[in-house]
């Protein structure tokens, strides 16, 4: 007995293991091109800012028009390997290419070429890593139906994906050493070399999770639905209370996050000398922009621990109301730094920064696997990919908005890829910066700070849910106490008598 329950230990770990690492994908790939793509268009490609806001912005448009179809698209499909994993196989070769197109320019030398092709390569890219994250984010809920089971294995995804941050961005300074923005032409051949390097990692991610996950039956496969038809299903989605609030603090927070990893870098050059501080640390030279994204990183990985402690205390939107604060705190104080502002009040303000940030993401990665049972009780259909489909449909209209407001900021207020040094830019352009990297930062986070006070959501709901739902299913009736229905309306926002819980027929 004690091997056999060993056995099952090694083979949880493992399922969980595998399936954090499908975070690799969604997690690392953003960082990197958030981080550093509007700086490599602009300075290495010389594409004016905001044509290079246009290239990541529509690519984002895009991404976020498709994920709803593909959403459907999983929620009908049907094979011996489950409705999300068949997906997950299917993206890894164009992950791959994909990810090496948009680091190559193949000789084009006209700006019109330039942006026609970086827009195809990052539509290409867009699209080719929807097929791997929509179905990625219906995986859970049809892997394990226990809402702690759940939170440990968001908790696990989420601190892959900033390990992957972290190692995508030691990867990218290693490969692509710039000092200065003059130095973005000479390290074109490295950029490329770099791409190559990263869309491996990338591409393994759902390939990883494809071989280690497994999937539940399904009960339930939609019927065909016209283009149309797929809009009014969303529609009907959005009647859910929670699942609104929940696309609310997924939006917000992939509109903070975007607008400050947008221009970081460029923060960080026009302030503090063009990226020319360096600081040695046991014999080694790591470059400022190095430093600070690492550190920042490393005190969000640090939150996950107390983000998973007041989880266990107060549910899982707990961290939102405790540690989210430190995030609004930390960008209000990028405000006051200028040239002349001692180095460790930025560390301070990139540590209360990168604190909260883990919230913005973690936050609805945990809260989305509850969610179709929620939807079964409206609907008596679960609709795990439409629901994911939906909510990635607002992340990357909320990331295209943030980069091309990026875009026509920088290049409304002087920024070009000729004057991005500390003597020519620290005027009105560095202003933009901080409208994007502070002022809607702090304004957003407040927003979803106060929204997320109140959850209706809880472990125990959950559980009631889940049974009600099971006796309705083998019974044809679900018996609910007045306290039952009371608990329903909140978390739902429907009176009792229209879920399919409650129907007697």
Same mark, same amino acid.
């Given at each position: 007995?004690k ?8 083979g949880?770990?493992?399922?969980l ?9 969604g997690?690392?790939?953003?960082m ?5 793509y509007?700086n ?8 004016p ?13 895009w ?6 179809v593909?959403?459907?698209a ?20 164009p ?5 090496i197109?948009?680091?190559?320019h193949?000789?084009?030398q006209?700006?019109a ?5 970086f827009l195809f390569?990052s ?13 990625y ?11 702690d089971?759940?939170?440990s294995y968001?908790v696990?995804r989420?601190?892959?994906?900033g390990?992957?941050?972290a ?5 990218f300074?290693a490969m ?11 390290q ?6 770099m791409?190559?390097?990263?869309g491996?990692i ?13 999937e539940k ?5 939609p019927?065909s639905?016209?283009?149309s ?16 609030r929940?696309?609310?603090l997924n939006?917000a ?20 000398n ?7 640390i ?20 640090m939150?996950?621990f ?6 266990t ?15 609004i705190?930390?960008?209000l ?6 040239k002349s502002?001692p ?6 303000a990139?540590?209360?920064?990168g604190f ?8 609805p990665?945990c ?8 939807e ?7 609709l795990?990919?439409?629901m994911?489909?939906l909510?990635n449909?607002?992340?990357?209209l909320a990331?295209g %908005? ?5 875009? @026509? $900021?920088l290049?409304?207020?002087g !920024?070009?890829e /000729?004057n991005?040094t500390? +003597? ?20 957003c986070?407040v927003?979803?700070?106060?929204f ?6 809880s472990?125990?709901r959950?559980?009631m849910?889940q049974t009600k739902?099971a ?8 018996? %609910?106490?007045p306290?039952?229905?009371? @608990? $329903?309306?909140?978390?739902?926002? !429907?009176?009792? /008598?229209?879920?399919w819980? +409650?129907?007697t027929?």
């Amino acid at each position: 007995m004690k091997r056999l329950a060993l056995k099952e230990k090694i083979g949880e770990g493992g399922r969980l293991l595998s399936y954090a690492a499908g975070n690799m994908l969604g997690g690392g790939s953003q960082m990197i091109t958030s981080l550093y793509y509007l700086n490599f268009l602009i300075f290495a490609m010389q594409l004016p800012p905001l044509l290079a806001g246009l290239v990541t912005g529509i690519s984002k448009v895009w991404d976020g028009i498709i994920d709803p179809v593909l959403g459907v698209a999983v929620d009908r499909t049907k094979t011996r390997w489950g409705a999300c994993r068949p997906w997950l196989l299917a993206s890894v070769l164009p992950v791959f290419v994909a990810y090496i197109m948009l680091w190559n320019h193949w000789g084009i030398q006209s700006t019109a070429g330039r942006f026609a092709y970086f827009l195809f390569a990052s539509i290409l890219f867009s699209t080719a890593a929807s097929v791997g994250t929509v179905p990625y984010e219906a995986l859970l809920p049809r892997m394990i139906e226990s809402y702690d089971a759940r939170a440990s294995y968001s908790v696990l995804r989420s601190l892959l994906a900033g390990m992957t941050n972290a190692l995508s961005v030691w990867v990218f300074e290693a490969m692509v050493t710039i000092k200065e923005t003059a130095d973005y032409t000479t390290q074109i051949p490295n950029f490329s070399r770099m791409g190559t390097v990263l869309g491996l990692i990338f591409a393994a991610a759902p390939l990883i999770t494809f071989l280690g996950s497994k999937e539940k039956a399904k009960l339930f496969v939609p019927e065909s639905v016209s283009f149309s038809g797929v809009f009014r299903q969303y529609g009907r989605l959005l009647r859910s209370r929670i699942y609104r609030r929940t696309l609310f603090l997924n939006i917000a927070g992939s509109f903070v996050s975007y607008c400050c990893t947008a221009v970081q870098i460029i923060f960080i050059l026009l302030v503090f000398n063009n990226l020319n501080f360096k600081i040695p640390i046991a014999g080694v030279t790591f470059s400022l922009v190095f430093l600070a994204v690492n550190w920042e990183g490393a005190w969000e990985v640090m939150s996950f621990f107390t983000s998973t402690l007041l989880m266990t205390k107060g549910g899982k939107h707990a961290p939102f109301k405790l540690n989210f604060p430190f995030h609004i705190v930390g960008n209000l104080l990028f405000l006051f730094i200028t040239k002349s502002t001692p180095l460790w009040f930025f560390f301070v303000a990139l540590a209360m920064s990168g604190f909260g940030a883990s919230c913005i993401s973690f936050i609805p990665s945990c809260l989305l696997p509850d969610l179709p049972d929620v939807e079964e009780a409206i609907s008596g259909k679960q609709l795990e990919g439409s629901m994911a489909g939906l909510l990635n449909l607002g992340r990357q209209l909320a990331q295209g %908005l943030a980069f091309l407001l990026s875009g @026509a $900021l920088l290049g409304a207020f002087g !920024l070009s890829e /000729e004057n991005a040094t500390p +003597a020519l830019g620290a005027g009105l352009p560095l202003m933009s910066v901080k409208i994007l990297y502070a002022v809607i930062p702090v304004l957003c986070g407040v927003a979803m700070w106060a929204f997320s006070r109140r959850w209706p959501l809880s472990a125990e709901r959950l559980a009631m849910i889940q049974t009600k739902v099971a006796q309705k299913r083998s019974e044809g009736v679900a018996v %609910l106490s007045p306290e039952e229905r009371t @608990a $329903l309306q909140e978390v739902t926002g !429907l009176p009792t /008598e229209e879920l399919w819980l +409650a129907r007697t027929q």
